[in-house]
């Protein structure tokens, strides 16, 4: 799971919350952009022109994030993954990050209303300079899993691999 929380001028204005899936920042309904920053670690990696930007559980990474072009994360892996909604650019691509890492964005300009959206369900409103911090929350979900079938298994099946 995740735990994330919305800093304001330095102080939590929001959260901590927790998401089992995915925490998004994203644009609101008008077709505009956000500028977003990211950062891992304390360190800068981007700056984005794009429709949000979406953190994601491995379990997640099947859902939002697989939509958005990231890649699918065996459930068992401890990462994070950091994948733009629609970049403006193509050589913005997802990130796999250690689970142990810290990432956030920041939102540095936008037309339109921006949200952060936790597993799609609870919502809040950002600003400019509002920033995302995002971690590994100490909590985890337990899974059930019916011993006939694996995660390969539902891969197969969902994603219709080997059928011609």
């Not at 699918?72 to 142990?100: E, F, K, M, Q, W």
């Not at 899993?145 to 994603?159: E, G, I, N, Y």
């Amino acid at each position: 799971m995740l735990s994330g929380e919305v800093v304001r001028d330095g102080q939590v204005v929001s959260g901590p919350f927790a998401a089992l899936n995915d925490i998004v920042v994203h644009k609101g309904e008008l077709a505009h952009v956000v500028r977003l920053e990211s950062w891992v670690d304390g360190c800068f990696v981007s700056e984005y022109n794009a429709d949000g930007l979406i953190f994601s559980t491995p379990t997640g990474s099947t859902a939002y994030g697989l939509a958005a072009g990231g890649p699918i994360i065996v459930p068992s892996s401890r990462v994070i993954l950091v994948a733009p909604i629609c970049p403006h650019i193509l050589t913005n691509r997802p990130l796999v990050i250690p689970g142990d890492s810290s990432a956030s964005c920041v939102v540095v300009e936008s037309r339109g209303e921006v949200l952060i959206t936790i597993d799609g369900q609870e919502g809040f409103p950002l600003q400019a300079g509002d920033r995302v911090r995002v971690r590994r929350s100490e909590h985890s979900a337990r899974m059930v899993q019916a011993a006939s079938r694996d995660f390969f298994d539902v891969l197969r099946t969902k994603m219709g691999w080997g059928s011609l």
